[in-house]
């Protein structure tokens, strides 16, 4: 196919606003999959996005649709994950097209993803063509969120589309707007290979398959390819094109969107953003915008049975296998044990491997709260970074401690600002901007730590707006801050995995708190187990779980054997996931208590 009937574009929009209906309609309609075969959203494929609605992993399908110009056009959509965790991957996905849908609700207008994905699509040059969807419902008003398109994006929305994905209303105009609008790839074969890496999985039989986009040049089995951030050389054993099943052909070529198979055992050697080239003709330079993805959220994960150690190892390997931005490594905690130190992209992507451990690998875990990373400046001129808030040295060891701060843009209607305001400032935020979308809605910006997002700042911003504020953040770097540890004594023994970093000013209160909430947690035992909130030496807050007084079983004690064993196994399920720390039980939510505090 001529290059100049190739259409390379994403969808974009906030979460719920109807991506992959959307998606599923185009796939129909194009005839892609029968509809024997169409299952809906065949996009997001795996079980838990399915169930969540979310979209981890970016998928990618190639259509082929025949324009009322009479001409047949091959149109490659790719899927972006729609989470704030990613945004490094949507970003590198929107580089490999030269146009997106942008979906927005007409009952709902911009939200908070919806900006955030615009930026990064007109970042990346490239043409937007404005969907409003959901036009079937009856709070629909599509002329209101055109304008609010306009007012706040600057997008002419004079040629929107209006569209009901659930009905299938308007699709064939999308299709339409996508020939006319979106421009053609450019680029050549004779030039030397390059291709843009957008995503990767694993394969078992296969090793990692590299999706990718080819800006110019040729790719296909035979010829040796490199990696250029990576410096790795393999020879080119398939490529192939989305349909939506992996289907291979001879050659990928220039605007083409594909994978590329070549015997690779690691996904650390095929980096999102990465460009492949010809190993025997390389192009002299990379493609703008690789990075590396680095972890931000750190917890720990320890099995509650101990003798699941090296089954967790496995499992984890085996995720890593398909998710280089997971990071692990061998962690001992005096209180839990043998376990790992965990590094996520974000808070979702740590709940998703936690879930995936527990449902397909079937270890019963404890998990510790998650942590951001600290870095630290000691008087004696070292500086070092600290993902596990146990580790802090002593007060007098450290000269100043740094956090990262993000930059959070959060859209609320009116009503709402003075407790969006309240919190932000509660949470230690810098008022930044406030700006109106319209006459009821409004956005605001703040610059605040990323350890209070991470706390509770995203559920609380929920509750506090019943449920109508959305919330998107991008790091902005390190500062400054002055964070004391805070540690936790059962039986006067501190427990290190329920150490945690908090601000000075902040410190006593949340400690009085988190004892409070503790005593409520951990269950009574036959003796009386003081709990201690201290900061270094000092004690700052006390509180004690009485001791128990009979032996829960001797109620039982009239011959009633089944109930009896009924109250046994309760027993049991309950302490699945305590852990035993010194000669006290911990259950699981004592390590998260410190999330649900303020
Ligand atoms: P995504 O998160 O952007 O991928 O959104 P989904 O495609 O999963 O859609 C979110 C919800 O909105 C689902 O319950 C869809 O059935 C519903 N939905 C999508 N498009 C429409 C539409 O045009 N009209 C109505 N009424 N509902 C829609
Ligand atoms: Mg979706």
């Known amino acids: 196919m001529k290059t100049n009937n190739i259409r390379n574009f994403s969808i974009i929009a906030h979460i719920d606003h109807g991506k992959s209906t959307l998606a599923d309609r185009l796939i129909e309609y194009t005839g892609t999959l029968s509809s024997r075969q169409m299952e809906a959203q065949v996009l997001d494929n795996m079980d838990l996005e399915r169930e969540r609605g979310i979209t981890i992993k970016a998928q990618s399908v190639r259509l082929e649709y025949t324009a009322k110009d009479g001409e047949t056009y091959m149109l490659n959509l790719i899927d972006t994950p729609g989470h704030v965790d990613f945004t490094y991957e949507v970003s590198r996905s929107l580089a490999a097209c030269e146009g997106a849908l942008l979906i927005v609700d007409a009952a709902q207008g911009i939200e908070a993803q919806t900006l955030a994905n615009v930026y990064l699509a007109l970042d990346n040059d490239l043409e937007i063509i404005t969907v409003i969807n959901k036009i079937d419902l009856p709070s629909a008003d599509p002329e209101r969120v055109k304008q609010e398109v306009e007012d706040v994006i600057g997008l002419d929305t004079s040629e929107a589309v209006l569209t009901s994905a659930k009905s299938g209303i308007g699709i064939e105009e999308v299709l339409e707007a996508i020939v006319k609008k979106i421009p053609p790839p450019k680029g050549t074969v004779e030039e030397p290979l390059c291709a843009l890496i957008f995503d990767s ?6 090793g990692v398959i590299a999706y990718v986009r080819v800006i110019n040049g040729i790719i296909k089995p035979g010829m040796k390819m490199k990696m250029m951030a990576t410096n790795k050389i393999v020879e080119v054993t398939e490529v192939g094109v989305f349909r939506p099943a992996m289907t291979n052909v001879s050659e990928l070529a220039p605007g083409h969107v594909g994978f590329v198979a070549g015997s690779i055992k690691n996904v650390k050697d095929v980096r999102v953003g990465d460009t492949i080239t010809d190993a025997d003709r390389p192009v002299a330079e990379a493609l703008s915008g690789y990075r590396k993805v680095t972890p931000m959220v750190y917890c720990g994960l320890y099995p509650v049975d101990s003798s699941e150690y090296d089954l967790l190892r496995d ?12 990071v692990f490594e061998p962690e001992t905690s005096s209180a839990l044990g043998f376990g790992f130190r965990c590094g996520f992209l974000g808070l979702l992507h740590m709940e998703v491997i936690q879930e995936r451990l527990e449902r397909e690998y079937n270890i019963t875990l404890i998990t510790t709260a ?6 630290v400046f000691k008087t004696d001129g070292e500086i070092f970074e600290i993902e596990n808030p146990s580790k802090l040295p002593t007060p007098q060891e450290i000269e ?6 993000v930059k ?25 901007d406030m700006k109106y979308l319209d006459v009821t809605r409004v956005m605001l910006t703040y610059e605040l730590p990323l350890s209070e997002i991470i706390y509770d700042y995203f559920d609380r911003l929920k509750s506090a707006t019943r449920g109508y504020a959305s919330l998107d953040y991008e790091l902005l770097g390190y500062r400054e801050s002055k964070l004391v540890k805070l540690d936790i004594l059962l039986n006067t023994e501190p427990v290190d995995a329920l150490s945690i970093i908090v601000h000075r000013d902040k410190a006593t209160y949340r400690g009085r708190i988190l004892v409070e909430k503790l005593r409520g947690i ?14 270094g030496n000092k004690v700052i807050a006390r509180e004690t779980v009485r001791a128990m007084r009979k032996d829960v079983l001797a109620k039982c004690y009239g011959g009633d054997i ?12 309950g302490k699945k996931r305590m852990k035993q720390v010194g000669n006290v039980e911990v259950p699981q939510e004592a390590f998260m208590a410190i999330l649900k505090i303020d």
């Not at 998650?370 to 870095?375: A, D, T």
């Not at 100043?400 to 701060?405: A, D, F, M, N």
């Open 201 to 206: 999985h694993f394969d078992a039989y296969k």
């Open 315 to 326: 499992a984890l390997e085996k995720l890593k296998l398909n998710d280089a931005s997971l």
């Open 370 to 375: 998650p942590s951001v990373i600290y870095k």
């Open 400 to 405: 100043h401690i740094e956090e990262p701060y």
């Open 408 to 432: 959070a843009m959060v859209i609320v209607p009116n009503d709402y600002v003075g407790v969006v305001m309240e919190l932000s400032q509660e949470k230690r935020g810098e008022f930044k």
């Open 522 to 535: 951990i269950p009574r035992q036959m003796f009386e187990i003081p709990i201690q909130a201290a900061i």
């Open 562 to 573: 089944s109930r009896k064993r009924k109250l046994l196994e309760k027993q049991k399920e």
